[in-house]
Every structure is written in structure tokens, then in C-alpha cells.
């Protein structure tokens, strides 16, 4: 009986050891399979992280940049219904958008006679008449010498128009003498002369060797005779973008004159009329827009824009391209030092892809 007892001991204590080294084995199977699926996840991001590292982050967002440039540009096309365009540097890789925006407008419609923007100022002589553009008009026909309505605009930091402008009014001369129509201060004067001929010019200033801006003088416009006939009127639109001074009426052009300058700061109150010798006519419907610019923006390092890239994107009111400037959809590649080009295209209606 104790023969018997022992073996049993021996049987169950011999089980309990093969039990325990089963679990071992198993435990051991288990850390192998671990330390291979830890191996193959370590070599699977070795890789992911070396192509991570092969992606320039900074390089690529340029497409993003001038895409986004482009864009906003159009939207403010469609936002202003008003022109709008994106200038690009091709040497130093910058490039900027820029938008009409309206900072005055006038309508003559009752005393004491008033603006938008709470841009409000003096009648020295002159009177509301009932037959206007739209609704009344201001006429300063019999007027005396040096009549006009002043308006302080040059304390309103939006009267910055050295970038470029657009001056939109009603006029309707009585006679074809010459006088003042409109004086922005010593930066931009509207005259007609007595042959029905426009004379519109502004101070301007040039960029100097050592980077400064100095005074040279005026640019001239002077459109041709009989550009405003009298007793009618006749809707003026002047422009310009440092690249053209334009007049037109009825969206006829009238002149033009290539210049690049910058405009000289009012430093003055607006005047409409006034001037040595009184215009005598009626001006009705008197808006003023600037050109306001982005910040400019410049690509990465090692982006460069790919040779025959347009100077300039521009847009129309609305938001398609300028057909007159553009005659089909507008195509520019941005390069990389890498030997990557990524094209980026606007279509004729201005969307961005």
C-alpha cells in the first residue's frame, strides 16, 4: 500500500512538471511571435518615416499659397463687382493680389449735402438741381468764382491712392468753357478744357536708387475734343493701375496714357467744382475707389515660378478672367529644385484649379 502510494505521488508530481513545461513552451512560442511582429512594424516605419522625411513640407504649400492668392482675388471680384488681379514677380518669386475698393460716393440728393462713410463737408456757392443724372444733381452753372463742395477725405486713412484708382461720375457742362471738376487734394485733378476736351492728371511719385519714392512731376492725360458734349450728360470713368491712365465715356475710351508711378498722398481735401475758373455744369452720382493691396507673398525656398508665367492675372467684375487681357484660360507652373513643375490653371471663368 505505501509502494503504491509513492508511485502515485511520482505520477502526479511528473504530470505537474510536463504541465509546466508545456505553459513554458507556449509562453516561449508567444515572446518569439512578439519580438517578429515588433521587428516588422519597426522596419515598416523605418521606411515610412524616411518618406516622410523626403517630402518638403514648406516646398509643396507654395502651390497652396498662389492658389489661394488667385482665389482671392476672384472673390473679390465677385464680393466688389469690381476689377481685380493678381501681380506676380517673376525674378523674386512674390507675387500679390489687388482689388477695387469703394471709399466715397456722393449722390447731391438734398442739403446738407452728405456722403457714405460719413463723408460730409461744405458748399461754397453752387445748388441742387431737379433734373439730374439720377434723382438732383449739383450745378454750378452762374455759380460765382471758386464755388465748389470741399470734403476733408484726407483724414480718412482709405483715401490711399498710390497704388491706383477709378473716378466714376455724371457730368453735364452747360457750356464748353473750360474749368475745375474735381480736385483730390494735390494728388489727382479732373479739368475740362473749352474744346469739350478732358484734362486729368496726378502728382506722382517714382521710386529713387536708394529706394525712396521722390516727387517727379505729373502725368498728363488730356482726351480727345469734344470728349464731353454739352447740355448731356455723359457718365466719366477714369482709371488707373500703374500700368494705364485711362478715361472713357459711356464706357467709350476717350485716352490713355502708359504709366507706371505711384500716386503722391492728398495731403488736401477733396474739392468738386471750385478752382480759379468755376466749371459750369451739374456732376451727379460721384464714386471713388482705390486699389487696395495684399500683403505680398513671397514662395519658399527652392520654388521658383517656371519661365512664361503672365505678369498678371486679372479678373473682371464678377469673377471671370478679363477677356481683353486674357483670351483663353491662364496656365502657370511652379517649379521646384527637385525637378517637380506643378501647373496651376484658371479658367475662363476665373475658377482656380
Known amino acids: 500500500m505505501q509502494t503504491s502510494g509513492v508511485s502515485r505521488t511520482l505520477r502526479e508530481n511528473a504530470h505537474r512538471t510536463v504541465t509546466r513545461m508545456e505553459g513554458l513552451t507556449r ?74 475698393a469703394v471709399i466715397g460716393t456722393w449722390h447731391f440728393e438734398q442739403f446738407p449735402l452728405r456722403g457714405a462713410f460719413d463723408l460730409n463737408g461744405e458748399l461754397v456757392g453752387g445748388e441742387l438741381i431737379d433734373d439730374g443724372f439720377l434723382g438732383r444733381a449739383l450745378s454750378f452753372v452762374g455759380a460765382p468764382p471758386q464755388s465748389g463742395y470741399e470734403v476733408a477725405v484726407h483724414k480718412d486713412p482709405a483715401f490711399n491712392l498710390e497704388d491706383g484708382f477709378v473716378i466714376q461720375c455724371a457730368l453735364r457742362p452747360e457750356t464748353t468753357r473750360g474749368g475745375q471738376i474735381l480736385r483730390l487734394g494735390q494728388a489727382v485733378t479732373i479739368a475740362s478744357e473749352g474744346d469739350g476736351a478732358l484734362k486729368i492728371e496726378f502728382a506722382a511719385l517714382r521710386v529713387a536708387d536708394n529706394g525712396d519714392r521722390k516727387a517727379a512731376g505729373k502725368a498728363i492725360l488730356r482726351t480727345r475734343a469734344g470728349s464731353l458734349p454739352p447740355n448731356h450728360w455723359s457718365r466719366l470713368t477714369v482709371s488707373y493701375d500703374r500700368k494705364f491712365l485711362r478715361a472713357f465715356i459711356e464706357g467709350v475710351p476717350v485716352g490713355e496714357l502708359r504709366e507706371s508711378a505711384f500716386v503722391a498722398p492728398l495731403a488736401e481735401s477733396m474739392t468738386v467744382g471750385g478752382g480759379r475758373r468755376t466749371w459750369e455744369g451739374a456732376i451727379d452720382s460721384l464714386v471713388i475707389s482705390a486699389v487696395a493691396v495684399s500683403d505680398v507673398v513671397e514662395l519658399p525656398s527652392g520654388v521658383t515660378f517656371a519661365p512664361g508665367a503672365p505678369p498678371e492675372i486679372v479678373f473682371w467684375p464678377g469673377g471671370g478672367l478679363d477677356r481683353v487681357v486674357h483670351s483663353e484660360p491662364v496656365e502657370l507652373t511652379i517649379e521646384f529644385d527637385d525637378g517637380v513643375r506643378v501647373p496651376v490653371r484658371v479658367g475662363l471663368y476665373g475658377n482656380v484649379e
Open 27 to 100: 509562453a516561449g512560442m508567444t515572446l518569439v511571435e512578439l519580438l517578429m511582429v515588433m521587428g516588422l512594424a519597426a522596419l515598416v516605419l523605418g521606411f515610412g518615416v524616411g518618406a516622410l522625411t523626403s517630402i518638403d513640407v514648406g516646398g509643396r504649400s507654395a502651390v497652396g499659397l498662389v492658389q489661394s492668392s488667385l482665389r482671392s482675388a476672384r472673390n473679390w471680384s465677385v464680393a466688389q463687382d469690381a476689377p481685380a488681379r493678381v501681380t506676380l514677380n517673376l525674378e523674386a518669386g512674390t507675387l500679390s493680389a489687388k482689388g477695387l
